[in-house]
């Protein structure tokens, strides 16, 4: 986590949005210090709801830079993500992957907690970007903690983007997880070893499997209509002068 | 603060009950309605989306209600007095938010257009058998109001009301109305903006670096702030200090716990409202609420025809609830009538207020309809005429429950 939030800080700083206007809700729980030095407004929400939490401050309002940190493979309130990218909700949603459920490179990830898997884990993985993509997200890119300078890139990217951008971060459990499997060392050379990096990789291919190297890499970057742009274009449409659009030059 | 004549809707007119909530919501200054359209709450927010796009307010049709519930939260922080919608299994999701709500401090209104339960139940019919889950629908120990409003103006006025008890002691109020109630038309006066009072959000004005985002007022209720302003706000769900910072300290947890029940608890006879009638001197006092205060009318008026002296206490406050007002009642009555639409839930309550000093009598009703109001006069007949006292409730027969069960089920070896 630590190395994600540091390169949030570096994106927030790359992108030039003032850290007061972004709110970060999460279902991580993040230590007061780290948001402290993030300057950003923190709201540890239930799990699985950051996503849609962070719709209601946007929608709330819209001057808001919202980023919504999931993890646990989305596994509570993946529906969130799958209609805030129907919707294009104006978020930039991070999802860490820490492989607690799922396998990787055929064999018992290194990474995998052992607690909750004691017989190696078995399920397959989500896609996630592509997941991103065909939901309607308008970015969607993937790094590992060791990628840090492209994933501060993406970070200040993704501020800029109008509506529902994705980051999957593959990152290494819980340090009790990490210690457990005694290979906390090991992890970022397993990142070396197993990622490679492809820039604008269709999303349908990066799939994780066992038998090929992790793609990384940013896969989508495209221009949608925001929630708010079409609200306030069909009400303006249907209500005229009747309508005070929500957000944006009149908010 | 006065109500925003742009946002009120000033004039007379026959609508129904859902419709003069979404109406009272928007008076109220609600700037965000998140919902999951459910029978029979659906008018509610359809009136909002059709007037919300004119007065600044937007909806969203969230996927779920978990959704929402979390929207109109995130809403909260965000600055703007958001609203909620929904009806019984739609409730049961939202327990989860609700819980977080209380634990942060959250301001924010939901209304419960309650149907027939359990689970999917009679969505297009009545019920009263959420009272309970109201109150302890999510886990751990909180505080909340509810409300029942009994008639369309009482929707529009009660939820303004609801939004300004919720500004003033920060935390989830409810409106705990029922289909008859929603779906109820009626004449429903709204006043003029300057004649609508609003509670304001309790903003805190100083310095960023002086804020403490959970330490409490006089009253026992911190200072909020919103999202965005500078405050690097760090908000929890987990038992948190007055910084908001986490901790699991035993005497923490029990201090701040014991503030979030306590703000509400030590505050009950400012949040409490009651309406009561003849209740001086009355033999049996009928204990109501929502629509079921309304059937109790009649109920009573035929039991005065008879030459008893019966008085009626209806709920408006359900949450908290009043007992130390029940327990003066029934050290001079000799029993209490409870109709609820339910097999037994706010009648407990009666019971525990009362300490065995008075005999506490519930009418029930299973749901999907209201009661027959010669129930009420007969159950009230029977418990002016109980000479001896009773322990615990008594569950009066009705006519509808002896048609179908013949008086009811007896358990056989």
Partial sequence: ?251 | MKANPKDVLTGVYYIDGDVASGYGALAAGCKLVAGYPITPSTEAFEAMCRRGPQVGAVFIQMEDELGSMAAVLGAAWSGVKSMTITSGPGYSLMQENIGFAAMVETPFVLLNIQRGGPSTGVPTKTGQADMMQSRWGSHGDYELIALSPDSPQEMFDYTIKAFNLAEKYRCPVMIMSDECVGHMTEKVVIPEAEKIELEPRRLFTGQPDEYIPFKPDPDLVPKMAKAGDGFNLYITGLVHDERGHPIKNEEFKLKYIRRLVDKIRLNKEKIIELKEEGTDGADVVVVSYGISSRVAVKGVELARKKGIKVGTLRLVTVWPFPDERITKLAKKAKAFVVPEINYGQIVFEVARCSHGQANVVLVPHGGAGVHNPDDIADAIEYAVREEKKIEGVVEYKTRLEKLVFEGGYTLKE
Wanted: charged share 20%; glycine share 10%.
């Fill in chain 1, 1 to 251: 986590m630590t190395s994600i939030t540091q390169a949030l800080g570096k994106g927030i700083e790359k992108s030039g949005i003032d850290c007061r206007k972004i709110s970060v809700p999460s279902d991580i729980p993040f230590s007061p210090e780290v948001v402290r030095e993030l300057g950003v407004d923190y709201f540890q929400t239930p799990r699985g709801r950051a996503i849609a939490f962070g719709t209601g401050l946007k929608l709330g309002n819209p001057a808001l830079k919202v980023v919504p940190i999931v993890g646990d493979l989305m596994t509570l309130g993946g529906n969130h993500f799958v209609h805030g990218g129907r919707r294009n909700m104006e978020v930039c949603v991070v999802c860490v992957n820490n492989f607690v459920y799922k396998k990787i490179a055929g064999k018992p990830v290194p990474f995998a907690a052992v607690t909750f898997s004691p017989y190696s884990a078995f399920e397959e993985p989500f896609n996630f970007p592509h997941l991103g993509n065909s939901c309607g997200a308008v970015y969607t890119a993937r790094w590992t903690t060791l990628h840090t300078e492209e994933l501060a890139n993406s970070f200040a990217e993704a501020l800029h983007k109008g509506g529902l951008s994705m980051i999957e971060v593959l990152a290494p459990g819980p340090n009790y997880y990490t210690d457990i499997n005694g290979i906390e060392s090991e992890i970022l050379k397993f990142y070396y070893e197993h990622s490679v990096i492809k820039n604008n990789e269709d999303p349908r291919n990066v799939a994780i499997t066992p038998e090929e190297k992790i793609i990384v890499g940013k896969f989508t970057d495209k221009e949608r209509p925001t929630f708010i742009d079409s609200y306030n274009a069909q009400h303006s449409k249907i209500l005229g002068d009747r309508f005070t659009p929500h957000g944006g030059k009149n908010a």
